[in-house]
């Protein structure tokens, strides 16, 4: 196993790495674009994870042959976010991705400096409800209104908040756009449950970390 002790801090992407939520966001994505009489499958929603509603919504405008109008494209995210809140209110730990928490714990006991970067704005409240704010300093999300991965802003400023350099940070990402986002920001990460070659591990969970 390789040794993921040696930095000063770790920086956890949110959905699929911490929480299965994206399971979530997807079924409210689908839930959005069936007014328009088709959906994503997963094979298609995989790579647009992280990458922000407007890019998603041009993906399936691509998909349907046509452009979406803006209206069309405001109902479709009013009708997700809806059904993502609908959805979150079922919330709880049996979401935790499997080792996460003891992970945290153990990062804790070490005094590392822990944060989440994602890009949605979902994050606080989320973390909140499944009571795990008290393992980080740092939470940079969407309502920082910064650029979508695969830009690295959104590492780059928990790095920043954390006061500490880029060299010195270790993510978690599981997205394509997330672990790109990770290379741009010349950070070493872990892939969690998805291949990546520039990866220093590649993990299922974080249950044999």
Not at 31 to 40: E, M, P
Not at 54 to 77: D, L
Not at 141 to 166: I, Q, R, S, W
Request: contains cysteine.
């Amino acid at each position: 196993m390789i040794d993921i002790k040696n930095y000063k801090a770790y920086i956890f992407d949110f959905d699929g790495v911490v929480m299965d939520t994206e399971s979530l966001h997807f079924k409210a994505w689908n839930k959005g674009f069936s007014h328009l009489g088709s959906t994503l499958t997963e094979e298609e929603y995989l790579p647009l994870k992280s990458t922000g509603r407007k890019h998603i919504v041009n993906t399936f405008s691509h998909k349907i042959g046509r452009e979406i109008s803006e209206q069309e494209a405001e109902k479709i995210c009013k009708v997700k976010d809806e059904y993502f809140k609908e959805l979150c209110k079922n919330v709880d730990k049996s979401l935790l991705i499997n080792g996460v928490e003891e992970f945290l714990i153990k990062l804790k006991k070490e005094d590392k400096k822990i944060a989440v970067a994602s890009s949605a704005s979902t994050t606080t409240e989320l973390l909140k409800k499944v009571g795990l704010t008290k393992y980080f300093s740092v939470v940079a999300d969407g309502n920082l209104g910064l650029p979508k991965k695969p830009d690295p802003a959104v590492f780059l400023k928990a790095a920043e908040l954390l006061k500490v350099e880029a060299k010195d940070c270790l993510v978690f990402e599981d997205s394509i756009a997330g672990l790109k986002a990770c290379e741009n920001a010349d950070m070493a990460f872990v892939a969690v449950g998805a291949k990546c070659d520039k990866a220093i591990l590649e993990i299922k969970d974080f249950t044999l970390i």
